[in-house]
Structures are given as structure tokens and as C-alpha cells.
């Protein structure tokens, strides 16, 4: 197909707004298209030249070299060309008048056609090295002599990366189905081979072969899944039933969703979104060449931040200082990470999609040498609610966001969201509106960095009743290093051998305190707990749960030698916060 028609068709599909009519042009472009160049038109379309989990350079070139191009191409000199942009506000326009200008004297030119377009535009994204943005002009200024104003135009919008024809790619699915399968009442069978194998040009080439084609596309590792998604529920009981009245309830891990894929010693992993991060976490591809007991796998997981000096969860948000890509062990040393795994999609050539998650689950338990860097998201089977509310609680307590319940006879659907996983999960959006001020009562000690003093201390809030002092979380984030030096010399002093008559909590720290030193503590929100006992009796009467009030994600503010341990917060105080968070997540 010669590059002019395919831009006839992208503008025809700009003065379009009705998507099906836009995938009625697309779905005559690829009919229309040599077999050979459907693959190349699908992924221009997108304004890509290869999907993105490849890892492959992209296109982009700034603005200034693309005017250096034009200038070579059309002989106008830059500040001119920048005049006329200011004037239209679009490069592409500026292009296509600019050739139109200087047409007159370049008749005769060879017509582009679509594949030498994408090749050029490959060279482009793949240059590197000292003299790589010259040779980026000087393939440019080569296109742009050959162009007509219209192609031009598009040439120069998608090197800036500005195509935007409005086209996604469900669109370009759905048209492939209507060209090569009949109808787009077939797109089905496209997105299916798409969910296994996400990449729209090598689906379009297999869609041109037609429909068993597209049936039996298998998947296989270094190509990543579309992920399955969980519906969401808030209410126990109803889920519950929705997962079939028995069903395997995990832990939902606060990190980074991982496809972990396996041959022989080769690993990648890919996020969520598809993207290729195996450079940021060399930690778990060692981990998985050694202790995924298989030849080649595909398996899914959750990679959490771990605090080096307590070994507790941190929130997810801390994985996103391994996005550097320079310093990368460094970080790694930083942050820390562990690996949850929770299904396995492939096996040693063996496809499980079709598999219900029961049998899954075996296999990967079977694979799987659980170790302390990687294991298996821990989980129960269920068949009371209030085994799975206990769950949900335990898991709270641990650091996890609540729980993912997975129906027992249910096989996985690539990229869809669905039944067969229900999450229950509370929303924490908000951080706690106050500081809070408890009293230390146990220690735990330091690992790693913080060997020698304490890794996190047990802290408590005050019950005037009753006169005690009743656990409310484990304190590890937030004190600097010199605070960190300075905990034995401010709490040894009160140290005593076992726990103190007036102090209550399920938690066994390595150390007890005599409750006498306050600090003050912020964190992500209030939860229930079942290890902390602060406001244990307010909880069991009022709300019918035998938990505690809990912070979430605590961080050490400041020391609060100016309070006695009977000034700090009581646990009503934080009873009534929690209330108060429940209604304002309602509202
Ligand atoms: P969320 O923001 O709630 O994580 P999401 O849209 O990213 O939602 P969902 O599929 O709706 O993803 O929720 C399940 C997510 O929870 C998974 O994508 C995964 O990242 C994470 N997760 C943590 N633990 C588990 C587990 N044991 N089983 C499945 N998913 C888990």
C-alpha cells in the first residue's frame, strides 16, 4: 500500500467521531493492505513500530531536530518554519504546507510506500551511539523529500509522537475481525489471541490467516499475559457466595503485581500494565532461576517492599524508587523486596488458563521452593464468614491491604475483569487527619542498619478505666539515623523481663518496657487488628468484631517527653477517630 493511501485513510478517520464507522475505515484499510504490511499499519495506527513490552527505543524525536528535518527537506530556514508553526500550532500542518510549497519543483518522485515509511521510522527509533540524532535528521529530511503535503503531515506527527488519530487498540481488534474474520461480531476471538499474546501487529498478521489462526495462539514465556482482574466487594457474606460458598482466601499484598516468566536462565518480568521491569529488580530474577523448580514457567506474583530493619511490609509507593535505572543495586539494597506468589499460568510447555484455580494453586505450590525471599501468598480455604472476616483482619494487621478471594473452580481469563477473583478491601486513602501520641512498651530488635539498637518499638494508647495500657501498633518508620542511635540510651532505663501487669496486647516483643516514654505517631489510617487491644471492648460491643483499633503504615513524628504516659491518647480517643474515618469513607 502506498503511504499517500494510508493517510487518506487517517484522514477520514480524524473527520470521524463514531466508532463504529472508524472501524469500519480501518477495517477497509486492512483489506485493502498487502498481507506483508498489515502488521506495520496496525502498530503506525497506534503510532508505535513495536509494542511496548519489548523494550524497544521509540520514535521521538523533539521539535528541533524535526524543524532542522523540514528545513533540509523544504530549504526554508528554521526561524521561518518556527514562524509558520506559531502561526498554526500544529508541526504537521507546518510540514505539509511547506512541501506543498516546494512540490512544484520535485515532480517525479518516487512514491513512498507504507513499508518504507515504517522502516525509515525503525532506523530512526533505533539510532544511537555519538552521531545519533544527525543520522535521526538526516532519515527524516530523506522522507520528507519524498513526501506529498498530506503524508507529510503524518510523518511528522508521528515522529513527535502526535498522531492521535483516536484510535485504541480495541478498535484496530474489532477491525481486524470485520476484515479478515466477516464481522466484528468476531472481535472476541481476536482480543482473546490479543490477551494471550499482546502484540497488535503480529495478532494482525495472524487474523489475515484467519480464525483458527487466532484459536491457537499459545502462550509461551518472554511474552507477557494480559492479567486477570478482581471484582470488589465489601461485604463478607455476599462474597463469600459469589465465590461458590467455599473458596481460597489470600492475603492482598500491598506491591507491585509481577509476571515472572521463565527459560532456562532466562527471566523477565513484567508489571500490571505490561511494561518490561525486569532491570529493576535483579534481586528476584535470581530468585526466581533458583527457586522456581521448573525448566520454564509463567507465574504471577506480588513483589512488596520490605523495611531492611524490621523486615515489616512498607506501602507500595516505596517500590517506586526502583524505577531508577542507574544505581540499581544500591537501591536494591535500600529497599528491599519479597515475592508473594499466587498463580501460574504455564508450565514446562503446558498451558494452565483453562485450569480451575484449585489445581493451579498445587501446581505452583509444587514449583515453588518457599523460601524467605519468595513463597506463596499465604492463604486459607474458607467456608464460614467469619473465618473469612478473621482472615481479613489477621491479614490487616500483617500489613496487607485485606483479602483476594478466589473461587476454587474457576480457570483464568486473560485481560479481563471478573467473578472468578473478588477483593475485600478497605480504602485508605486518606492519611490519619491527627498525630497521635502512645507510649512504648516493648521493643524489637534492629536487623541489617539498625543492628546494635531496636528495628521497631510496640506502642500503646491509654485506657483511664481500667488503668492500663493497650497495644496499638509497631512503630519502625520515620526516626532518623540519630534517633535510631539514641533508643537504648531513652528506653533501656525501663526495661524489665516480662510483660508489665498493666499492659495489654497479643504481640511478643523481644524487649518490655515499663509504659513511661511517649511519642508522637501519624500513619496511613486506623484498621482492626486482631494482635493490638486498644479499645478491645468499645470494638466487640459496639462494631461485634474481637478486634483492636491499629494504625496503618505508623511513622515516628517526635518524642514527647513534656507528656506523662497517662496523657497520652486514650483508647476511646482512637475508637472515636475510627468511627469518624468509617463514616467519612461512607460519605
Ligand atoms: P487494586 O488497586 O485494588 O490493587 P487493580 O485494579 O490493580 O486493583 P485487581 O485485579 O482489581 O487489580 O485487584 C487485585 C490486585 O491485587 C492484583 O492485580 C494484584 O496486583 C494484587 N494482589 C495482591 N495479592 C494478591 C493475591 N493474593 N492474589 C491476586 N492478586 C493479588
Known amino acids: 500500500m502506498l503511504y499517500k493511501d494510508l493517510c487518506r485513510y487517517y484522514q477520514r478517520l480524524e473527520a470521524e467521531t463514531g466508532k463504529i464507522a472508524m472501524m469500519k475505515i480501518l477495517s477497509d484499510c486492512f ?20 509494542p511496548d513490552w519489548k523494550g524497544m527505543p521509540e520514535l521521538g524525536i523533539g521539535e528541533k531536530l524535526t524543524m532542522r528535518a523540514i528545513s533540509r527537506a523544504t530549504g526554508v530556514d528554521v526561524k521561518k518554519i518556527e514562524d509558520i508553526y506559531k502561526r498554526k500550532g500544529d508541526l504537521g500542518e507546518t510540514a505539509a504546507f511547506l512541501v506543498s510549497q516546494k512540490r ?3 515532480l517525479f518522485q518516487k512514491e513512498l510506500e507504507v513499508k518504507d515509511v515504517y522502516e525509515a521510522f525503525k532506523k530512526i527509533a533505533l539510532a544511537s551511539g555519538p552521531g545519533a540524532m544527525d543520522m535521526k535528521v538526516r532519515i527524516l529530511t530523506g522522507l520528507l523529500v519524498s513526501a506529498s503535503p498530506i503524508e507529510a503531515k503524518y510523518i511528522i506527527r508521528t515522529v513527535l509522537g502526535k498522531l492521535r488519530l483516536g484510535v485504541g487498540e480495541a478498535t484496530i481488534l474489532a477491525a481486524l475481525a470485520d476484515a479478515f474474520l466477516g464481522s466484528d461480531k468476531y472481535k472476541d476471538i481476536v482480543e482473546e489471541a490479543y490477551n494471550k499474546h499482546p502484540d497488535i501487529g ?22 507477557p499475559v494480559r492479567p486477570m482482574l478482581a471484582e470488589r466487594l465489601s461485604d463478607p457474606a455476599e462474597i463469600l457466595m459469589k465465590a461458590g460458598g467455599k473458596a481460597y482466601a489470600e492475603y492482598k499484598y500491598d506491591g507491585e503485581r509481577a509476571q515472572i516468566h521463565k527459560k532456562g536462565d532466562k527471566i523477565w518480568i513484567y508489571s500490571r500494565r505490561l511494561e518490561n521491569i525486569t532491570y529493576q529488580y535483579p534481586d528476584v530474577v535470581e530468585w526466581a532461576k533458583k527457586y522456581i523448580d521448573a525448566k520454564e514457567a509463567i507465574v504471577e506474583g506480588e513483589i512488596v517492599a ?102 476454587l473452580s474457576e480457570i483464568y481469563v486473560a485481560g479481563t475483569r471478573g467473578w472468578r477473583w473478588i477483593k475485600y478491601k478497605r480504602d485508605y486513602k486518606s492519611e490519619m487527619a491527627d498525630t497521635v501520641d502512645l507510649v512504648v512498651i516493648g521493643g524489637f530488635h534492629g536487623r541489617g542498619r539498625r543492628s546494635g539498637t531496636y528495628g521497631a518499638l510496640l506502642v500503646a494508647a491509654y485506657n483511664p478505666d481500667k488503668d492500663c495500657f493497650e497495644s496499638v501498633c509497631k512503630v519502625g518508620s520515620g526516626f532518623t539515623d540519630a534517633d535510631l542511635a539514641e533508643l537504648p540510651r531513652i528506653l533501656d532505663k525501663y526495661k524489665i523481663p516480662t510483660k508489665p501487669k498493666n499492659v495489654v496486647t497479643e504481640m511478643e516483643p523481644d524487649v518490655w518496657f515499663e509504659p513511661k516514654v511517649v511519642m508522637e505517631v501519624i500513619g496511613a489510617e486506623l484498621t482492626l487488628s486482631p494482635v493490638h487491644r486498644a479499645a478491645f471492648d468499645l470494638v466487640r460491643e459496639r462494631l461485634k468484631k474481637p478486634a483492636g483499633i491499629a494504625i496503618r503504615f505508623p511513622r515516628f513524628v517526635r518524642w514527647r517527653p513534656d507528656k506523662a504516659p497517662t496523657d497520652a491518647t486514650t483508647s476511646k480517643e482512637l475508637f472515636e477517630m475510627y468511627l469518624r474515618q468509617l463514616k467519612k469513607l461512607k460519605e
Open 306 to 407: 520490605i523495611d531492611p530493619d524490621t523486615g515489616d511490609f512498607r506501602p507500595f509507593q516505596e517500590l517506586m524508587h526502583r524505577k531508577r535505572k542507574y544505581d540499581i543495586h544500591k537501591v536494591m539494597e535500600e529497599i528491599p523486596v519479597k515475592v508473594f506468589l499466587f498463580d501460574v499460568l504455564y508450565l514446562n510447555g503446558r498451558e494452565f488458563l483453562k485450569k480451575p484455580y484449585a489445581e493451579r494453586r498445587k501446581i505452583l505450590e509444587s514449583i515453588i521452593k518457599p523460601n524467605e525471599n519468595i513463597t506463596l501468598a499465604q492463604g486459607r480455604l474458607i467456608e464460614k464468614v467469619e473465618e473469612l472476616e478473621k482472615l481479613f483482619l489477621e491479614a490487616v494487621s500483617n500489613g496487607c491491604e485485606g483479602l483476594v478471594v478466589k473461587n
Open 202 to 223: 503480529y495478532i494482525a498478521k495472524l487474523a489475515v490467516k484467519g480464525r483458527e489462526a487466532l484459536e491457537h495462539v499459545k502462550i509461551e514465556p518472554g511474552v
Open 104 to 106: 512544484m519543483m520535485t
Open 31 to 50: 483489506k485493502k493492505a498487502d498481507p506483508e504490511e498489515v502488521d506495520k499499519i496496525a502498530y503506525l495506527t497506534l503510532g508505535k513500530l513495536w
